[in-house]
C-alpha cells in the first residue's frame, strides 16, 4: 500500500507540472511547423514501448516510426519518436497536448532532433536515433482513408487544444487535408524556405 502511495504522489506532482486538460499552445502555420523543424516525413509507427525515467517521476513513451516518404529535409529509414506520458503496469500519466501513437497507425510528422538517447529497454543498442514532434500534437497528423478511397491528413491535436493566435484571438483548429494536396504545400514551403526537399512519392501507399 505505502508503494502504492508513493507511486500515485510521484503520478500527482508530474501531472501538476503537464499542460492541463485544455491544453493550450501557440499557433502554428504549415510554414512554422516547417521552420522550426528538421525534417518532415510520412510514414509507420512500428512499435510503441512506455516506461518510468530513471527518477521514476514521469512514464515516458518511446516508439520506433519507419519513414516512408522524406517530405523536407533527411532522415533515417527508422527513428524513435519520445513523449511524455503513457501507461506502465496499471498506471497511467496522460500528458495532454503531447503526441500519441500507436502500433501501425501511418502518420505526417513535422520532426525535430532530440539530443538525449533513446532510453528504450528493447533497443538499448542500435536504437534509432531520437526525435520529437514540433509544436507537440500540431505537428502530428494521422494518414487514414476516407469513404471515398482518397488518404488524408487528420490533425491529431485534440479538440479540447486551445491554440492561440495574433492579438491573443483563438486560432482556427488545424484543418484535414488531402494528403497530395498537403504533401504539395509542404514541399513548396520548404523550397521557399531553401531547404531540401524531397521528390513526390509515385510509389505505391500501404
Known amino acids: 500500500m505505502q508503494r502504492k502511495l508513493k507511486i500515485l504522489a510521484a503520478l500527482l506532482a508530474v501531472g501538476s507540472a503537464l499542460p492541463a486538460r485544455a491544453s493550450t499552445f501557440v499557433a502554428m502555420s504549415t510554414k512554422d511547423l516547417v521552420a522550426a523543424s528538421d525534417t518532415v516525413v510520412r510514414g509507420r509507427v512500428v512499435s510503441v514501448e512506455s516506461f518510468w525515467n530513471d527518477p521514476h517521476t514521469l512514464i515516458v513513451t518511446e516508439a520506433v516510426f519507419e519513414v516512408e516518404t522524406p517530405l523536407v529535409g533527411s532522415a533515417p529509414r527508422y527513428l524513435t519518436l519520445r513523449t511524455a506520458g503513457g501507461t506502465v503496469d496499471g498506471f497511467t500519466v496522460e500528458a495532454s497536448g503531447f503526441p500519441r ?106
Open 101 to 206: 501513437f500507436r502500433a501501425g497507425e501511418r502518420s505526417l510528422l513535422f520532426l525535430a532532433r532530440d539530443d538525449k538517447k533513446p532510453l528504450g529497454k528493447v533497443y538499448t543498442k542500435g536504437r534509432p536515433e531520437g526525435y520529437r514532434v514540433t509544436g507537440y500534437q500540431l505537428g502530428h497528423y494521422r494518414v487514414v482513408t476516407d469513404r471515398g478511397g482518397e488518404e488524408i491528413a487528420v490533425p491529431a491535436a485534440d479538440p479540447a487544444l486551445q491554440v492561440p493566435g495574433p492579438k491573443g484571438r483563438t486560432a482556427a483548429s488545424p484543418r484535414v487535408w488531402h494528403l497530395a494536396d498537403f504533401e504539395d504545400e509542404i514541399r513548396q514551403v520548404g523550397h521557399q524556405l531553401g531547404r531540401e526537399v524531397g521528390a513526390p512519392d509515385s510509389s505505391p501507399r500501404r
